[in-house]
């Protein structure tokens, strides 16, 4: 495979449909060399880093394609983050340009940047390319406690096996119809485009992401294949929502999901594939559905073809079936590491297996179960968001002593972050002051749901903040 764009002239069906357009494989590849020449023209290089900030969008996918066809790399912005965490995000991976949609057109005006549009008038490209598989083919940012910018450099190769892994067990088709129901800088929304084009299938892009957007995407457009978090699938649910009677996969991961939401869904008849993975694995790398997910409703399911998955010990031995321990990864999906961080990377691999930080245990069955999600993250409504982040904020405040974050279950958002804090001495703090003070330094879903004021954070024989006793006493267990 030179590229993951392959060849996209073969069939004659649509392959982006919007509200407004409508356009198949010839003419979006017109679009994409007429785009890719325009860069080209304005300076933009092979290897370039590109950051790209902009809602899901038809112009998105032609941008993302046009940057690939110069073997140019794109770097996707979480739009839910503050401007100041964005700069470190851009400054960290040495971005060349940054490409907004008009929506974001005032964000980062510090940053050489131009409004990321589709050439429509044609442009010759005087340009071979010459992607191989290894080639780093897009960066997504994810959380982590490593103190700098986590950027995951997922290649040509990774995207296109993980691809390869999924459709062995889904089998998917160019008659497929591929809502983009998860935002596009998340592995979960941007696989959703790979799929598409890899099987030669329709990519729908609703007009926003919203529940009720979703829910009558549902039925205009009569998509085959959606991906969802567990909080949106709780939404939809509540809101009475049917699956459009031709939709054959539901998709759900990206956190925690209660059992009880996984057997209404299926008896309210969604075609419901619970599914787990992460951005380091390119994806979801195993599933259940149908009458096995009823049975086993907490599971993540069985390994794709060509994934290897195990559960290790301490002492990195595979333990036996139902112990719990640390569950590793082998698969051709696994990403080429942390950009400029190979130290850090290097910790996350063993004798070829990546190490989650997720902990769970595999059945007689060969079912993996995750009875926790790694220990630095919470993962609330689909989101990562890194404890020791927020820490560093609160503990920025002049008042604030001491402070420890952690994940609380919830009903809608899997997980929310809350807080306890150790205000100094003679200090007076309300919680709504602290708010207002993280609102400055942090964006809204990474703030504390609850934030507990305690004299003194309990503590272990080696002096680390015993969670389990706070929990305790704060009558949370």
């Known amino acids: 495979m030179n590229s993951i764009l392959g060849d996209i002239d073969k069939a004659n069906i649509p392959a982006i449909i919007t509200e407004s357009k409508n356009i198949d494989y010839p003419e979006m590849t017109r679009l994409i060399n007429n785009t890719a020449a325009k860069y080209l023209s304005d300076g933009v290089m092979p290897k370039n880093r590109i950051a790209i900030i902009s809602e899901n969008s038809f112009e998105f996918v032609i941008t993302v ?90 290649t040509n190769s990774n995207l296109f096996e993980s691809y390869l892994s999924i459709t062995s067990e889904y089998s998917f088709t160019s008659a497929d119809r591929f809502l983009a129901s998860l935002p596009f800088y998340h592995i979960g929304g941007f696989s959703i485009i790979t799929r598409a084009i890899l099987s030669g299938g329709t990519l729908i892009i609703p007009i926003s992401l919203k529940t009720d957007v979703i829910a009558e995407s549902l039925q205009k457009y009569e998509p085959t294949v959606i991906s969802l978090v567990p909080t949106m699938l709780k939404r939809l649910i509540e809101k009475k929502v049917q699956p459009n009677k031709n939709l054959r996969l539901a998709f759900v991961g990206g956190g925690p999901s209660d059992d009880d939401l996984v057997i209404t869904a299926i008896n309210l008849g969604w075609s419901f594939v619970k ?36 559960i290790l010990n301490d002492s990195y031995e595979e333990v036996e079936p139902f112990e719990v321990g640390e569950i590793a990864v082998k698969s051709k999906s696994i990403v080429k590491g942390y950009l400029k961080n190979p130290e850090l990377w290097n910790t996350k691999i063993h004798n070829g297996y990546y190490l989650t930080g997720d902990w769970g245990y595999i059945d007689d069955e060969g079912y993996l179960f995750v009875v926790s999600r790694r220990t630095d993250l919470i993962i609330s409504g689909g989101e990562n968001i890194d404890p020791a982040e927020i820490e560093k904020v609160l503990i920025s405040h002049p008042a604030v002593n001491e402070a420890i974050v952690f994940p609380l279950p919830d009903k809608e958002w899997g997980q929310i972050p809350v807080a306890a804090i150790v205000i100094k001495n003679n200090e007076k703090l309300s919680e709504r002051e602290i708010q207002e003070y993280l609102k400055d330094h942090l964006s809204s879903y990474k703030l504390p749901k609850k934030i507990f004021f305690m004299e003194k954070l309990p503590r272990t024989d080696l002096g680390k903040i015993d969670l389990p006793l706070l929990k305790r006493k704060l009558n949370l267990d």
């Open 275 to 310: 599914v787990y993975g992460s951005t380091e694995t390119s994806s979801m790398i195993s599933g259940i559905n149908d009458e096995k997910l009823r049975e086993k409703p907490a599971s993540g399911g069985k390994a794709f073809k060509n994934v290897e998955i195990k």
């Open 65 to 154: 394609y046009a940057l690939w066809r110069l073997n140019a790399v794109p770097v996707l912005l979480n739009i839910r983050l503050t401007e100041d965490e964005l700069s470190r995000q851009i400054d960290f991976a040495e971005c060349s340009v940054l490409l907004k949609s008009k929506r974001y057109s005032n964000y980062l005006t510090k940053y050489p940047s131009q409004l990321s549009s589709v050439e429509y008038s044609d442009r010759a490209i005087n340009y071979e390319n010459e992607t191989n598989g290894n080639d780093t083919a897009v960066i997504l940012f994810t959380s982590g406690s490593s103190g700098k910018p986590k950027g995951v450099e997922i």
